[in-house]
């Protein structure tokens, strides 16, 4: 049973008598003559390999990392704790848990010279591509974690990028706002000390209410990890070349952006606010959808694997509506949102098509309430992302049947040709 339609469902095929034996078609022959996706990792589908790390039903919508289901983890861990479980495959014990933290707290830090690289980007510069410069750029700092094969400098790089993705997410933020940057605060949790780098001025102590630094934690651990989408399988392909950890995760950094993966956060809020500002009318712009009109698409609905709502979106729509109150504001956003969504949902044509809300939906209001602006809401994808990243990237070197991924092509172009004499 390990054939894949091209949508991601499953089909029985099995490797029997019938299918590989005398007189049989043969499984790998079956399975490229066909196009379905194979076990072999760079050939055919360069998505294609076998992971332990994260389980997704999209038919039952089902998410599941390592074995624990992701709602369940999302009101009961913490990011780090999730983090932790993702890498190393088990839930730490509070000793582990401690230790982890305190080495990620304790590196948070980056070199002076940094600052000289933030301030040499125009103030319009797109956070995404700052971040991932950034991170590629660590791999200067710090040529004693380079080695994928070395399980200490694998480590320690593990730990720094860890550390330092949310210092380079503030400091994207405040180049682009012309502010100072912050030193971290080690004493502060993860989240509190990302928030305040971003929202704090050297002037005057940063508060943040307790509550709100709980839910974006929990944003991030529902970001964790997606299997083999398009930035884990871009880390996967290029640490497959034995590429550091540092230019794989940047690399994933980049896929993510794009507003077909982490970048349609962005453009479900830019989709909202136009609503908005045509008057709100949802049902003429549902009806624009169906009709594809103007080139008009309801961004945040349908994921390529869910036939089925997206159990992070169900837990997102919850969250946004607490934000909301805890922070005393109200959003027409949320409000058109959720009529986008109940007007589609009782809409033949996306019911048919099962497209539902994916994560994408409801966070973009969320981290406006909180005060990002949109363009630094895929850096916030990235930041919940980066376990995942790690972990694959970490599964996929540690696997001694990797090999460097190279997809296969089907040459369509010209036959021979000769140049006119
Ligand atoms: C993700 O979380 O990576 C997105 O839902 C995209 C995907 O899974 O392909």
Same mark, same amino acid.
């Given at each position: 049973?390990?054939?894949?339609?091209?949508?991601?469902?499953?089909?029985?095929?099995?490797?029997?008598?019938?299918?590989?034996?005398?007189?049989?078609? %043969?499984?790998?022959?079956?399975? @490229?003559?066909?196009?379905?996706?194979?076990?072999?990792?760079?050939?055919?589908?360069? *998505?294609?390999?076998?992971? *332990?790390?994260?389980?997704?039903?999209?038919?039952?919508?089902?998410?599941?990392?390592?074995?624990?289901?992701?709602?369940?983890?999302?009101?009961?861990? @913490?990011?780090?704790?999730? @983090?932790?479980?993702?890498?190393?495959?088990?839930?730490?014990?509070?000793?582990?848990?401690?230790?982890?933290?305190? =080495?990620?707290?304790?590196?948070?830090?980056?070199?002076?010279?940094?600052?000289?690289?933030?301030?040499?980007?125009?103030?319009?510069?797109?956070?995404?591509?700052?971040?991932?410069?950034?991170?590629?750029?660590?791999?200067?700092?710090?040529?004693?974690?380079?080695?994928? +094969?070395?399980?200490? =400098?694998?480590?320690?790089?593990?730990?720094?990028?860890?550390?330092?993705?949310?210092?380079?997410?503030?400091?994207?933020?405040?180049?682009?706002?012309?502010?100072?940057? #912050?030193?971290?605060?080690?004493?502060?949790?993860?989240?509190?000390?990302?928030?305040?780098?971003?929202?704090?001025?050297?002037?005057?102590?940063?508060?943040?209410?307790?509550?709100?630094?709980?839910?974006?934690?929990?944003?991030?651990?529902?970001?964790?990890?997606?299997? =083999?989408?398009?930035?884990?399988?871009?880390?996967?392909?290029?640490?497959?070349?034995?590429?550091?950890?540092?230019?794989?995760?940047?690399?994933?950094?980049? *896929? #993510?952006?794009?507003?077909?993966?982490?970048? *349609?956060?962005?453009?479900?809020?830019?989709?909202?606010?136009?609503?908005?500002?045509?008057?709100?009318?949802?049902?003429?712009?549902?009806?624009?959808?169906?009709?594809?009109?103007?080139?008009?698409?309801?961004?945040?609905?349908?994921?390529?694997?869910?036939?089925?709502?997206?159990?992070?979106?169900?837990?997102?729509?919850?969250?946004?509506?607490?934000?909301?109150?805890? #922070?005393?504001?109200?959003?027409?956003?949320?409000?058109?949102?959720?009529?986008?969504?109940?007007?589609?949902?009782?809409?033949?044509?996306?019911?048919?098509?099962?497209?539902?809300?994916?994560?994408?939906?409801?966070?973009?209001?969320?981290?406006?309430?909180? %005060?990002?602006?949109?363009?630094? +809401?895929?850096?916030?994808?990235?930041?919940?992302?980066?376990?995942?990243?790690?972990?694959?990237?970490?599964?996929?070197?540690?696997?001694?049947?990797?090999?460097?991924?190279?997809?296969?092509?089907?040459?369509?172009?010209?036959?021979?040709?000769?140049?006119?004499?």
């Amino acid at each position: 049973d390990f054939g894949l339609d091209h949508k991601g469902g499953r089909l029985p095929l099995e490797v029997t008598e019938a299918t590989e034996g005398p007189g049989g078609l %043969g499984i790998s022959k079956l399975l @490229s003559e066909t196009g379905y996706v194979t076990l072999d990792p760079g050939f055919v589908n360069t *998505a294609s390999c076998a992971s *332990a790390v994260t389980y997704i039903d999209g038919d039952a919508g089902i998410l599941r990392y390592r074995g624990y289901p992701i709602e369940e983890l999302a009101e009961k861990s @913490s990011f780090l704790e999730v @983090s932790y479980l993702l890498i190393n495959g088990e839930l730490p014990t509070p000793e582990q848990l401690s230790a982890f933290s305190e =080495q990620i707290q304790g590196e948070t830090l980056l070199h002076e010279r940094f600052r000289s690289f933030f301030a040499g980007f125009p103030s319009s510069a797109h956070p995404m591509a700052v971040s991932s410069s950034a991170v590629n750029a660590l791999a200067t700092y710090h040529p004693d974690t380079l080695d994928p +094969f070395d399980p200490a =400098q694998v480590e320690r790089a593990t730990a720094l990028l860890m550390a330092k993705l949310p210092t380079i997410a503030a400091y994207a933020y405040k180049t682009a706002q012309g502010q100072p940057l #912050l030193y971290p605060d080690s004493s502060l949790g993860y989240v509190e000390n990302f928030m305040r780098m971003t929202f704090g001025l050297p002037t005057g102590a940063y508060e943040v209410d307790p509550e709100v630094v709980k839910i974006l934690d929990m944003l991030f651990i529902l970001h964790a990890d997606h299997e =083999q989408n398009c930035s884990t399988s871009t880390v996967r392909m290029v640490g497959s070349s034995n590429a550091n950890l540092y230019s794989s995760v940047s690399a994933g950094i980049n *896929a #993510l952006w794009g507003p077909l993966h982490g970048g *349609a956060n962005q453009a479900v809020l830019e989709m909202l606010e136009k609503i908005h500002a045509d008057g709100g009318d949802v049902a003429s712009f549902v009806n624009k959808v169906k009709n594809k009109e103007d080139g008009v698409k309801l961004m945040g609905f349908g994921h390529r694997v869910y036939r089925n709502y997206d159990p992070r979106a169900a837990v997102v729509k919850k969250a946004t509506r607490k934000v909301l109150d805890t #922070l005393g504001v109200s959003d027409p956003l949320l409000d058109l949102a959720m009529q986008l969504e109940e007007v589609a949902l009782a809409d033949d044509y996306f019911v048919q098509r099962k497209l539902y809300p994916n994560v994408d939906f409801y966070t973009g209001v969320i981290y406006k309430a909180l %005060g990002f602006p949109v363009n630094a +809401f895929t850096v916030l994808f990235a930041i919940g992302r980066l376990p995942g990243w790690i972990a694959q990237w970490r599964e996929m070197i540690n696997d001694p049947a990797t090999k460097i991924g190279r997809p296969r092509q089907v040459y369509v172009g010209s036959p021979e040709r000769h140049y006119p004499a």
